[in-house]
């Protein structure tokens, strides 16, 4: 569903906030409902409000691969900025609410205003250190050594089942995981649904898997 944006309850975080009305429109999408489709005219990137939706691509052989998952507060699509068809599908994991930023708005406000283009730029840049950090999470293969990674990176910011599902691993895993890092000392329980590191990680590249 798409609706005029309330701007009286949405705050979007710089250089967004200086859009204009008529280049933000509000999305709502059902849980497995698809926001695009591969192949459909890209109309601008999203910021996700609530909730958290799954890129995925469909391969030549016809299996489905999850390229990305965006969560609240993290943008979507941007490569849609520079080109004239969607890559890949954006589907709903959960119940979410978006805002698209027009393509051709952001380009124009990107062409005439300096500012702008040099904070999105920096945003970009940061989305892609964090999509390589994450790279290198997944390949660490120990549970409880990658949840306590991710503690620490200040990945835990809503369910522990979507911070499950970002991480790559099972709500049964992730929450075995919690609870052996609890009893050994090295997080602490919050309150529900919360925890934090007991003390600092170490802030060096994950430990990759051993490849034989």
Request: contains cysteine.
């Amino acid at each position: 569903m798409i609706c005029d944006l309330d701007h009286k309850h949405v705050t979007l975080p710089s250089p967004f906030d200086s859009l204009k009305r008529g280049a933000l429109f509000q999305h709502e999408a059902a849980v497995g409902e698809a926001v695009f489709r591969q192949g459909d005219r890209a109309e601008g990137m999203f910021f996700v409000l609530s909730g958290e939706i799954e890129l995925r691509r469909h391969t030549s052989a016809g299996t489905e691969v999850v390229l990305h998952r965006a969560s609240t507060g993290e943008t979507f699509a941007e490569a849609s900025l520079f080109a004239e068809k969607y890559h890949c599908d954006a589907v709903a994991s959960s119940d979410s609410k978006l805002v698209r930023f027009d393509r051709k708005a952001v380009l124009r406000k990107m062409e005439n205003d300096s500012t702008f283009a040099m904070e999105i730029a920096a945003r970009f840049a940061k989305d892609v250190q964090a999509g390589r950090r994450q790279v290198e999470l997944l390949n660490v293969r120990s549970a409880r050594e990658r949840v306590h990674i991710a503690l620490s990176d200040g990945w835990l910011t809503g369910s522990v089942v979507a911070f499950a599902r970002r991480i790559g691993l099972t709500q049964e895993a992730t929450y075995r995981a919690l609870a052996e890092l609890v009893d050994a000392g090295s997080v602490r329980k919050a309150g529900r649904g919360r925890y934090e590191p007991c003390s600092p990680q170490r802030t060096s590249r994950p430990t990759p898997a051993k490849t034989s």
